[in-house]
């Protein structure tokens, strides 16, 4: 049974139409989420990762010091995937002097956590822009 998760509409955003995702409440109430067997058992491993994650939030002074250093080993492992060369002492290093052993990879890898700062003060923003892929690949106005 295919579940519909939410529905689209078209709004203004930064001077611009667009079409945004507004997904239903979670969990589903039609039909009603079953968790047995696997799902369970993921459920319940997720459950004690997010506790462990909440204790550890509650030992350092900012939310983002603690994402610090995520951020940047998840832009490395990413620009890796994409074929930079670029290691997180690479980027630390780059951050700190502007200076690298592969500068380029560097600045490719400060790119991305660019683009995630930007984002991320963007969704913050009562004026910021969605968070939005669309909800079609039909144009707006056709």
Not at 22 to 29: D, T
Request: net charge negative; with cysteine.
């Amino acid at each position: 049974m295919r579940r519909i998760t939410g529905r689209c509409q078209v709004t203004q955003a930064g001077g611009e139409t667009v079409r945004e995702f507004i997904p239903h409440p979670l969990p589903p109430s039609r039909p009603a989420l079953a968790l047995d067997g696997e799902s369970a058992a993921r459920h319940a491993e997720a459950i004690a990762a997010m506790a462990r994650l909440e204790v550890v939030g509650t030992m350092v002074p900012d939310a983002d010091w603690f994402l610090y250093g995520f951020v940047r080993k998840e832009a490395v492992i990413t620009s890796q995937i994409e074929g930079t060369r670029a290691t997180l002492q690479d980027v630390l290093t780059f951050e700190a002097t502007k200076q690298s052993e592969r500068p380029e990879d560097a600045q490719e890898v400060c790119n991305y956590i660019d683009a995630l700062t930007y984002a991320r003060g963007e969704m913050a923003s009562p004026r910021g822009l969605p968070l939005t892929m669309g909800c079609s690949g039909k144009p707006i106005n056709g």
